[in-house]
């Protein structure tokens, strides 16, 4: 019979009997909401011929209802222990991939239709995501600091904008499931929690992500400073050549990133990309 992962009390005695206790250093909250982890799954709209990616099963709540509604479930656990847990527990019916979801080849794991799920660790959330970004799943559904859902959120001219922000716009549309309270993971982190659902679109752009990403980066890499100074910096090129390049694009070089909309960047993308190649 399937433990009740969903009960404090529960993992808690789980851990205990495996030895084991939430590493810091892996950002292990485990999720102890019946409630939460449905909405989740209900989230990832499964059926039986999916393929869904979890990245940090941990013990193996979510995983659970995962190989109950799926016959492809594949996990990225790098927790060794953990990961030795799970492979006893769920045999055949999970493939487990032991280690860091940071140097994993998302696209190969995923293929071109796999779905995607994961509570993120906060310490790594960043970067993680952009990952996912770039590997474009058709639907994501992730667990992320409240900060984080944010800024995937933002508008142009808004605090939060940045880097994340435009390249979230490039790959998907954003839908918030809701949010989850810190008292409703073992152990309880120190800031709020989000679900959301990103749909991977087509982008409606000129350049493509290696062309749009660095302009981006360069953009939001000095917040403080005007476009002009941020991308000869941040692209270390000439400020006459970031000056041109905003000229062409219609843009003001006195501006700053978070100002830009998504087809600023990308006429912005496309302009430095032009001249990079009559050099």
Same mark, same amino acid.
């Given at each position: ?147 984080? !859902?944010?800024? $995937? &959120? @933002? ?5 939060? /904008? #940045?880097?994340?922000?435009? +390249?979230? %716009? =490039? ?72 000056? !041109?390049?905003? $000229? &062409? @694009? ?5 501006? /700053? #990133?978070?100002?830009?909309? +998504?087809? %600023? =960047? ?14």
């Amino acid at each position: 019979m399937e433990p009740k992962l969903t009960s404090p009390s529960v993992v808690r005695g789980v851990l205990q009997e495996l030895g084991l206790h939430p590493k810091k250093r892996f950002g292990q909250h485990f999720l102890v909401d019946f409630h939460a982890r449905e909405r989740i799954v209900d989230a990832l709209e499964l059926s039986p011929a999916d393929r869904v990616v979890e990245i940090g099963p941990g013990l193996g709540a979510l995983t659970q209802r995962l190989v109950e509604l799926c016959r492809d479930v594949r996990a990225i656990e790098i927790d060794k222990a953990l990961a030795a847990h799970l492979r006893e527990h769920f045999g055949d019916a999970l493939a487990l991939y032991e280690g860091d979801a940071l140097e994993v080849d998302l696209p190969q794991l995923l293929g071109p239709t796999g779905k995607l799920v994961g509570n993120l660790p906060y310490n790594i959330s960043t970067p993680l995501v952009v990952r996912i970004l770039e590997a474009a799943p058709p639907l994501a559904v992730l667990m992320l600091q409240t900060e984080v !859902a944010q800024r $995937l &959120a @933002a508008a142009p001219g808004t605090p939060e /904008r #940045g880097a994340l922000s435009v +390249l979230r %716009e =490039f790959s998907a549309d954003i839908e918030t499931i809701g949010r989850v309270g810190a008292q409703l993971f073992y152990p309880p982190p120190q800031v709020g929690s989000t679900v959301i659902r990103l749909r991977a679109h087509s982008p409606q752009t000129r350049s493509g992500w290696a062309e749009i990403r660095p302009v981006v980066r360069a953009a939001f890499g000095f917040r403080r400073k005007t476009l002009e100074r941020a991308l000869a910096e941040g692209l270390g090129i000439a400020r006459e050549r970031a000056a !041109a390049a905003l $000229l &062409a @694009a219609g843009i003001d070089g006195g501006r /700053r #990133g978070e100002t830009l909309s +998504l087809l %600023e =960047f990308d006429r912005l993308a496309v302009g430095l990309a032009a001249a990079e190649a009559v050099q």
